[in-house]
């Protein structure tokens, strides 16, 4: 089962570079203390170093040896602003337009990603979820495969007898209404995130009907989505359409789909759109007592994952490290 030991071990095998957009938050600050302590993440954080500085040593943090990269002073600016018009020329971006942009720490820290100086990217503790997945729309873009960027959450509780129960729950926070071929997508892709963190993927496309008790284009869309991932991942146990109750409790399932390949036991859960999705990690989240790792952002060429304005230092931590290890 899912510890962060595991990836920790992933990671001192092949030590990775990530970018912290947000180089004079205290919560960044703190998350990146701890990361210099270690040896197989390397933080790189982006600002003016005599202000990331200062605020360290205001917010009593230790930061010595951390790499600091200033988008007013970078060396490789002009190489980074022809890099950026060449990506963006069907948009006809000038150079002039360019360098505006990466004057910006977000769209920077990206290009730093894309031009391979850094293996990942973690931003938005002080800004929004669009000005994260924006440039990495922009610059990073989608694996050739894919046709959208979705996300899942990882939810995770200890267990009384020892170790962790480890949900996976997509789409939470990216797509408000996907139809049944990006639901296939974000089923996919939710699947691999699964099995990084030690998921043997059972998986749920969630609805208010089971097995044609209810009827509508939601059910439909549900239903043919389950079907086409079937199809496409035949080794995985998938269900769908069903309900939650159904798709959590083997006795439940018993009576609504007996048949049911999850067999009351899914533990990867596909919503129907942003609002169940949203609704349903929180509630697990804060009545369940589970801890909740995301958004993870799936379905681009490199991590690249966003932070919650409300995070605390210790999420920002376990991030960093969730998205270091997805490289």
Known sequence: MFGFGQLIDIL??????????EGTDARILEASSRLLASNFLHPILIGNPEEIYRAAEDSGFNIRGSEIVNPADYDGMDRMVEEFCEIRKNKGVTPEQAREYLLQNNYF?????????ADALLG??????ADTVRPALQLIKTKPENTLVSSCFILVRPLATGGNEVLAMGDCSINIKPNEDELVEIAEETIRCARIFGVDPRVAFLSYSTRDSGKGEDVDKMRNAALKTKERCPDVPIEGEIQFDAAVSP???????PDSAVEGHANTFIFPDINAGNIG???AQRMGNFQAYGPILLGLNSPINDLSRGCTAAEVYSMAIITAALA
């Open 12 to 21: 001192k095998k092949n030590p990775k570079k990530i970018v912290l957009t």
């Open 281 to 283: 990690y929180k509630i």
């Open 109 to 117: 820290g990206t290009m730093l990603v894309k031009m391979g100086y």
């Open 251 to 257: 006795s439940v399932s018993q009576k609504k789909c």
């Open 124 to 129: 938005g503790a002080t800004y929004s979820t």
